[in-house]
């Protein structure tokens, strides 16, 4: 006789498997044996789906707050739908903060307002060196390129040093540049905005989640930044270097083919005082939204936020079509 131990469904199980020299004593043990294998085979199928459905409990305790709405690591934000014109999610609206290199958008526009030659070349100089915070730029002092890569760079790529050349090379310099950013921020009724430099390097450069709302409605009006800031990656000839170089879309989300993510207008931003920033223009469950994330601490915690939303969305969606209902509201 041969004793086995089993653990199935966390009780320990014994078999008894007789052993002799006969056949049918070997058929039996068989069939014991086999027994055995099928109850632990249920009790593992059981286990599983339970974990399942514990995983599934606890992401959904994680990533959706009281009444249903996304639990968001951003300290900021707005979900906008345009198609209603109205908010779906807010969180701080009006908390004035530093927005970092979401600046670049206003940048774009007031380029683009001023409707100067794109093809005019412009060389990055010692001037539009970054020396508040001493970033790093793969854009070398010396590099020639036209106003419309240097744009497409700054857009996509948050090239500081072609932001900078950008407004330095404006009608009337820097000074005048950052004026018009702030006159175009009143006219589009961004009242809790304002801006210091063309880049969103100074901590100086607010505005509030409504308002960059407005900024995103506004930007989604030029097709030339609905392409640069939706760019995966462009490639550039740079003074000094044999090969050309490849810059990249700062959105992990633009740059994944396989993000499942319909986005029209993309912008990231980030210094140690706004935290971690993102604002969108995408297309979710058919529905025309904006979405703003400011101040979102860790790596890729506005990321995880976007995609937070992305599934409150679409699950309040179906959700309420299933309902007899009409969308989200």
């Given at each position: ?48 789906k ?5 995983r ?67 060389t ?51 000074q ?19 801006f ?34 939706t ?5 550039v ?13 700062t ?17 990231t ?23 703003v994330?400011l101040?979102?601490?860790g ?11 992305k ?14 209902g009409?969308?989200?509201?």
């Amino acid at each position: 006789m041969r004793i086995s131990w089993i653990m199935a469904g966390g009780m320990l199980l014994t078999s008894l498997v007789f052993t002799g020299y006969s056949d049918a004593s070997s058929t039996q043990g068989d069939q014991s044996a086999a027994k055995t294998a099928a109850v632990s085979k249920h009790h593992h199928k059981v286990r599983h789906k339970h974990r399942r459905k514990i995983r599934k409990a606890a992401h959904r305790r994680e990533t959706v707050g009281a009444g249903g709405l996304p639990r968001l690591q951003s300290s900021a934000a707005m979900v906008f739908d345009e198609d209603d014109s109205k908010a779906l999610f807010t969180k701080n609206p009006g908390v004035s903060q530093p927005i970092a290199s979401i600046t670049k958008l206003m940048t774009a526009m007031v380029l683009l307002d001023a409707n100067l030659p794109g093809d005019e070349k412009i060389t990055v100089t010692e001037a539009d060196v970054d020396t508040l915070r001493n970033s790093s730029s793969r854009l070398r002092v010396g590099t020639t390129l036209s106003r419309r890569e240097m744009l497409r760079l700054a857009l996509m790529s948050s090239e500081n040093r072609a932001a900078f050349a950008l407004a330095r090379t404006y009608p009337g310099g820097t000074q005048a540049f950052v004026a018009a950013m702030n006159r175009k921020a009143a006219q589009l009724g961004m009242r809790h905005t304002h801006f210091v430099d063309p880049t969103g390097l100074h901590s100086d450069n607010v505005s509030t989640a409504a308002d960059l709302v407005e900024l995103v409605k506004a930007g989604y009006r030029y097709q030339t930044i609905r392409n640069f800031t939706t760019t995966a990656s462009y490639d550039v000839d740079v003074r000094g270097r044999r090969h050309s170089v490849e810059f990249r879309n700062t959105n992990a989300l633009v740059r994944n083919k396989n993000s499942r993510w319909h986005i029209g207008l993309s912008k990231t931003g980030y210094i140690n005082e706004s935290g971690r920033c993102l604002v969108m223009h995408a297309n979710i469950a058919n529905k025309s939204l904006i979405i703003v994330l400011l101040d979102s601490w860790g790596r890729d915690s506005r990321i995880g936020d976007a995609n937070r939303i992305k599934r409150w969305i679409e699950n309040t969606t179906v959700s309420r079509y299933s309902r007899g209902g009409n969308g989200v509201s």
